[in-house]
């Protein structure tokens, strides 16, 4: 059951105070705009369809707190602490002096309900529309893309253990596989944890990964073969999960055609592997040869005059859809304010600008692009330099990546200048041009030299 507005706390305190705890700074005037905004019913009204059961907080107090938790960047625990705490928390989300907060794991209820909601991103819309009605984003071309990984919350599982509870899930779920599992498996998955062998012994893991994958693939001959009546979703799901996790790290074992029932662990990583049964979206990534990763992908743009978030995308730290060229594209097109420089509206959509006959002369050209929708300008690293990206219809800044030689110590293109009146490029780049000219690198190798240059420079000199 929903607790509508009205209901509890004292509605004429925040008036009241408004006027004595509240600055006119705009930091002020924003916070209460954007509560505002989330205080009305309607905020959750689908979240509760039923109008019996336990009284849960005020839909505007819910509302007006998740907004500004995320405009302030605060933990759940920072927040119920500002609630309590904060004046300026009370008097934005309509809260008496003498009114107490709330448990913050409160909020995580919240965030859950939503997410599994039909409209997932309405904090996110309640913030859009307050900037859309300021104007403050009208004519700002600029967006900057970025992405980073955010750690998941479940151990990385191993082959051994994903294949022993994929099993045991399908016994839960799938009706009647714990009479198949106990007829067709050589092990018993009634035992928790792992089945108990001699970890120490190469052979003897072996062994038991073979045992694992053909009792996974006796599973799913007996519930997914041939003839097998047709499951609902839960059932299907946890067959498909058994099925990916039998094959995803294993290999037929050496001299083993793949008949023999002889499987071992594969000595590469799958470049789609699912990482553990329990959350099946977290991935293996890395932000550097040496620093690993296990999670998702978070994407963001924004505007970087005001720093204000135009849009944002969570995917999985890697496999399809998760790259940063191909989500930098998805956030341009859905930019919900770019439009026109006159435009009084931020909503348009980013369009390409329109073709120009070549007889109707630059005067025409300059007319056309005054009345059209204006691109972005759209800045980022070189991973977002594809050539999807760049025929997006936008204006792409594409950070390079640094240069680095071919071999260590060895040049690169900035050690060289090219005469492109002559056609000619020196024979050296230590020995060409004079100490204002030469690049820092060259200068750097030439003061290494004690006895002068070696033999295959004097023709430079």
Sequence with gaps: MQVVAGRTGSCWTRRRWLGIWCRRGACSRSWLSIAASCSRDSFTADLFPSGTG???????????????????????????????????????????LDQVSFDPATLVYWRKRIAASARPDRVFDAVAEVIAQTGILRGQRKRCVDSTVFDDAVATQDTVTQLVA?????????????????????????????????????????????????DALAVLEALAGPGAPERDAAAADALGLLALAAGQDVEPAEDSGGTDGRWRIARKVAPDRVISTVDREARHTRKSKSKRRDGFRGHLAAEPETGLITECEMTMAA????????NGVTMTARDRFCGTADSAEPGSAPQAPPAVPEAAGPDSARTAGAQQPLGLEVYGDSSYGSGQA????????????????????????????????????????????????????????????????????????
């Design 319 to 326: 496999g399809p859809g998760s790259t940063d060229a191909d």
């Design 390 to 461: 760049r025929a997006a219809g936008h204006d792409t800044v594409i950070k390079p990546g640094p240069l680095r030689p071919a071999v260590p110590g060895g040049f690169t293109v900035d050690d060289f200048t090219i005469d492109e009146q002559a056609g000619d490029l020196l024979p050296c780049a230590l020995c060409r041009g004079s100490a204002d000219t030469r690049s820092p690198r060259a200068t750097e190798v030439l003061l290494t030299w004690e006895n002068g240059p070696c033999a295959a420079h004097e023709p430079c000199l």
């Design 166 to 214: 994929a099993i045991r899930k399908v016994a839960r779920v799938v009706p009647g596989a714990g009479g198949v599992i106990g007829g067709v498996c050589r092990l018993d998955y009634s035992r928790p944890g792992k089945p108990p062998i001699d970890w120490d012994d190469p052979q003897a893991k072996q062994d038991l990964v073979s045992d694992l994958v053909n």
């Design 54 to 96: 336990r009284p849960l907080l005020p839909a505007d107090l819910v509302g007006s707190v998740l907004v500004l938790k995320e405009l302030l960047d605060l933990s759940d625990p920072q927040t119920a602490d500002a609630l309590k705490f904060d004046i300026r928390w009370k008097v934005a989300c309509g809260r008496s």
